[in-house]
């Protein structure tokens, strides 16, 4: 009986710790709710506020053996993608670009990028992602409000 209660008393205690340890640090870099993804998606410019991003989703399926897009993900073949919208082509910090994205000197934005996941290498010939594109337009809005979502995409 006695060794229960003791017991009982070090789980509590124990638990009281791990409330603390949970939280994340207020500086750590956070995933967006679904409330505000939803937010993104309706804020987004035709056509890309009614795409489906289940398909987007599936789609960036191609993508992920080569592309982390949550806050702080690593580089992998290619680089993180979080923030893209918006960013100088060719500008995260510690990942190693071709010529021809290091030099492209434009921002991306969804017109940029529908140009290039369509067909990489005529975009942007020399660069060295091995995409081969993806030819369906609808495809292309799915994935790209998917993206919007997913990077932290925020309206200017
Ligand atoms: C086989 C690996 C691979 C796949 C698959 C791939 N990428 Fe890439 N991606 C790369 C590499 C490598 C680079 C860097 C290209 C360079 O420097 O020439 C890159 C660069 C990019 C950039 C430019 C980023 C910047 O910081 O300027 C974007 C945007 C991008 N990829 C999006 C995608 C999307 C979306 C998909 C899926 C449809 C995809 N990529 C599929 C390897 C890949």
Not at 55 to 69: E, P, Q, V
Not at 73 to 86: C, D, E, R
Request: hydrophobic content about 40%; charged content about 20%; overall charge neutral.
């Amino acid at each position: 009986m006695r060794a229960a209660t003791m017991l009982m008393g070090a789980c509590a205690l124990l638990a009281g710790c791990g409330q603390k340890t949970d939280a994340p640090p207020a500086a750590a870099p956070q995933e967006a709710t679904a409330e505000q993804k939803a937010a993104v998606l309706a804020s987004l410019p035709a056509p890309y506020n009614t795409a489906d991003l289940a398909n987007g989703k599936a789609k960036f399926g191609l993508c992920r053996s080569c592309h982390t897009i949550a806050p702080g993900g690593a580089n992998m073949t290619g680089p993180n993608l979080h923030g893209v919208f918006g960013r100088k082509a060719g500008s995260v910090e510690d990942y190693e670009y071709s010529e021809a994205v290091e030099h492209a000197g434009f921002v991306w934005d969804a017109e940029h990028l529908d140009k290039w996941l369509a067909e990489p290498r005529t975009f942007l010939p020399g660069t060295k992602m091995s995409f081969a594109g993806l030819k369906d337009a609808k495809d292309r809005v799915d994935l790209i409000a998917y993206v919007k979502v997913e990077s932290g995409y925020k309206a200017p």
